[in-house]
């Protein structure tokens, strides 16, 4: 079978940049991108898209409106599709029955009825959501119960292992493709179809193919595994500034060990992203369920270590600043969740700004990409009241403005433009002392030093 057709439910950051490479790497193939939120697809049809990401504004406009269209027309998106992508989020549940842990797929779910509902021939269901290990067995279930006797349906798992601000060059060169259908012949054609549209431009030899629950779970897995690095060299990081180790070379040396490698051992603030805490907790809720405590604590420490970690800064925070930030100015360098993207969810510096408005600072941000609007109800979802938002938080267009006259300099995001900051201006613009406390190791440490900055940096023995 030959995909001409294909549709994807979610214009987010999946969906729009994975539909926007497909569709420049498979010109014969006709991509729509549907989403009910009418001003997320407004953006993507205008020249400032909704979602950040370096290289993705030339994809889209060298697509758009060629063979890559946006569109609120759910409906007839769906009934013009050979194969339609889900790429809906899948929040974490914060009611009931594992609240707090479980994955929320009610718009997974509404979107299968949806298509049952619309669905005439033959159709390819491909699930990109991140979602708990036998969804596909539900979203069949849901499809076999409400469409008409002229349709017919396989369903495949497609998880996506794009990196937020590096989307573009893990589409273009992925490490794998990973694949799940089922075994029976219907499944391994409908998986075929989906192999030949990605071997395009993607070696065979990276598409992976696997039975449904393999794929569904190798994502979790996955990015569990990424997480736990961060949280293992994490924890030695506490340990580093107990001893007067250094985790940088702490990481470094234990990285040269070709068994460990090298990558995703940078000690930080803590990990976010919309991926990392949500598919852990997935995980242990998916263990709970299957009767595995053990199994399920071992992985909820990952999550753990994480909060702790963020709370252990805010901590030293105080503790530095005569233990008390109350009416100081502490400027928050960084706002999103890592470098080169406007997406904040999960980010470090929410948990982190909350905590210190809480201990009534003043706080004065910049970043490059975030809007003011998304800083503002970020810390309203995280239960900063309106007054003190109004009162006690300034959002800045420059670094500079945001540092004079503060206390403290909190870089939370490694920006590389925070590399290239003029600090003898910036230590001239604060109150001394001038403390800098470095989530990310950011900042040059020996310079800042030089300068006569006070510098704690995670992991660096004071
Ligand atoms: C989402 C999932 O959260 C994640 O688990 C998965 O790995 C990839 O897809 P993301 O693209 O980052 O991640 O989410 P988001 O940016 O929130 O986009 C989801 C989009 O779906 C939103 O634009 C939302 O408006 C849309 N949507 C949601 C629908 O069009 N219909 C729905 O019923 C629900
Ligand atoms: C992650 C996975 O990498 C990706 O494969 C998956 O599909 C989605 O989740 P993403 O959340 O976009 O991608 O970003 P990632 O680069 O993995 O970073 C996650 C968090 O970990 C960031 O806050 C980052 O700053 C932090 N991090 C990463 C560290 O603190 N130290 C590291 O060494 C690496």
């Known amino acids: 079978m030959k995909v001409k057709s294909i549709c994807c439910l979610g214009a987010g950051y999946v969906g729009g ?8 790497k498979c010109p014969e193939i006709q991509v729509v991108v549907a989403d009910m939120n009418s001003k997320r697809i407004d953006a993507w049809n205008s020249e400032d898209l909704p979602v950040y990401e370096p290289g993705l504004h030339e994809i889209v406009t060298s697509v758009r409106g060629r063979n890559l269209h946006f569109t609120t027309e759910i409906r007839e998106a769906i009934a013009a599709a050979d194969m339609i992508f889900v790429s809906v989020g899948t929040p974490t549940k914060s009611y009931g029955i594992g609240a707090g842990r ?27 959501s991140t979602i708990p290990v036998k969804t596909a067995g539900a979203i069949k279930t849901i499809i076999a119960a409400n469409s008409s006797s002229k349709a017919s349906f396989e369903v495949l798992s497609n998880p996506e ?9 893990d589409l273009q060169n ?6 799940g259908g089922e075994p029976t012949s219907g499944g391994q054609q409908a998986v075929e179809a989906l192999v030949s549209i990605y071997a395009q431009w993607v070696p065979r030899e990276r ?38 180790a250094d985790v940088d070379e702490v990481a470094r040396a234990v990285g040269a060990d070709s068994r460990i490698g090298p990558k995703f051992l940078k000690a930080s603030v ?16 998916l263990c709970e369920s299957f009767g595995l405590p053990h199994v399920s604590e071992y992985w909820r420490q990952v999550v753990h270590l994480n909060d702790w970690q963020k709370s252990r800064f805010v901590e030293k925070i105080v503790r530095t600043l005569f233990n008390t930030v109350n009416g100081k100015r502490i400027a928050i ?37 975030v809007s003011p609007e998304s800083i503002r109800q970020d810390l309203a979802e995280a239960g900063v009241s309106a007054k003190i938002i109004a009162e006690n938080l300034e959002i800045h267009d420059d670094p500079y403005t945001a540092i004079e006259q503060a206390h403290a300099l909190v870089a939370l995001t490694e920006w590389d433009e925070f590399k290239t900051l003029d600090l003898a201006r910036i230590y001239q613009l604060m109150l001394k002392p001038a403390f800098v406390f470095d989530g990310r190791a950011v900042l040059p440490l020996a310079e800042l030093k030089a300068q006569g900055f006070e510098t704690f940096v995670i992991g660096k023995g004071h």
Not at 275 to 281: E, S, T, V
């Open 333 to 369: 360098l960084g706002f999103a969740f890592k470098k080169d993207t406007n997406d904040t969810r999960e980010s470090p510096a929410i948990q982190i700004c909350r905590d210190l408005l809480r201990e009534h600072a003043h706080l004065t941000v910049y970043d490059p990409e």
């Open 102 to 128: 479980a994955a929320d797929l009610r718009y997974v779910e509404s979107a299968a009825r949806l298509i049952a509902e619309i669905s005439r021939g033959h159709k390819i269901i491909v699930e990109k």
């Open 17 to 24: 940049p994975t539909m926007a490479m497909i569709a420049a």
């Open 174 to 179: 992925p490490d794998r493709i990973l694949i």
């Open 270 to 285: 803590g990990f976010g992203g919309s991926c990392f805490q949500k598919d852990i907790l997935n995980l242990v809720y």
């Open 161 to 169: 292992f794009l990196a937020e601000g590096t989307a573009v060059s």
């Open 207 to 244: 598409i992976i193919t696997t039975n449904l629950w393999s794929s569904e779970l190798s994502k979790l897995v996955a990015n569990a595994f990424l997480a736990q690095r961060i949280s293992s060299i994490n924890s030695i990081s506490a340990l580093c500034e107990a001893t007067g």
